[in-house]
């Protein structure tokens, strides 16, 4: 119930095109569902995050989808550029109970020109 | 304000040795997150510490590995007799109180542990 389901695995977009990220969660106490950004040899920075009372969120060109019911959030950027070629991880916390996140595998999106 | 810093950046032990990894978490953190990270794995939640305290060690193997945050110094991942399959990069964060909206994460860089 812990799980963190994150697909795919890895992704190729062309430059200026949109990269798709999904997640699924099983554990209904998760109440905050962040994304993070790592390239190689670097610790995973925080890119963008949202609550469960909202549907969606949007930074620049970052926008988290959030859909409640079916428990599943995605990461959606667009333009993308060969500089967000990166590892993305998804995860979940139940702050109430420590803010420990339990992460996803992880996404290889390589944007190309 | 400099990041969360994490030290050594690169650390190779042999079988049976210690390894000390050593993390100071940004100006004002007072919570600090261990999370192991295995090649082409995500991140697996270690250990979550305040000052002088363990609040959740449910990630921390059962034995050799231990974790402190004491009063002065940064916190320490300690692991006693390395195995090869302790190799891996050990992350350190650190955060704000959750009620004053710490929910979000600062990474530091990782020692990349290399057990031979």
């Known amino acids: 119930q812990q799980q963190v389901k994150q697909s795919p695995q890895s992704l190729i977009v062309q430059k200026g095109g949109i990269s798709i990220i999904n997640c699924a969660y099983e554990n209904t106490a998760f109440d905050y569902f962040p994304w993070y950004q790592q390239f190689p040899g670097k610790g995973p920075a925080l890119l963008i995050a949202i609550r469960p009372d909202v549907s969606e969120k949007k930074e620049g060109r970052f926008t988290i989808s959030f859909n409640k019911s079916a428990k599943q959030f995605s990461l959606h950027i667009m333009d993308s550029q060969p500089g967000d070629s990166a590892t993305y991880f998804c995860?979940?916390?139940?702050?109430?109970?420590?803010?420990?996140?339990?992460f996803g595998t992880g996404t290889q999106l390589k944007v190309e020109l | 304000n400099a990041g969360v810093m994490q030290n050594p950046r690169h650390l190779v032990r042999r079988r049976g040795q210690e390894a000390r990894l050593r993390c100071s978490p940004m100006?004002?953190?007072?919570?600090v997150y261990w999370y192991r990270q295995l090649p082409e794995e995500g991140l697996k939640f270690m250990v979550y510490l305040q000052k002088e305290n363990i609040i959740d060690e449910s990630g921390m193997p059962k034995e050799r590995f231990s974790a402190e945050f004491p009063k002065e110094g940064p916190s320490i991942l300690r692991i006693q007799q390395v195995v090869r399959g302790d190799s891996a990069a050990y992350f350190c964060?650190?955060?704000?109180?959750?009620?004053?909206?710490?929910?979000?994460?600062?990474f530091g860089s990782g020692t990349r542990l290399t057990v031979v």
């Open positions: 964060a650190s955060s704000p109180p959750i009620r004053v909206g710490g929910y979000g994460y600062t």
């Open positions: 100006k004002g953190h007072s919570h």
């Open positions: 995860a979940a916390s139940n702050t109430g109970g420590g803010n420990k996140l339990t």
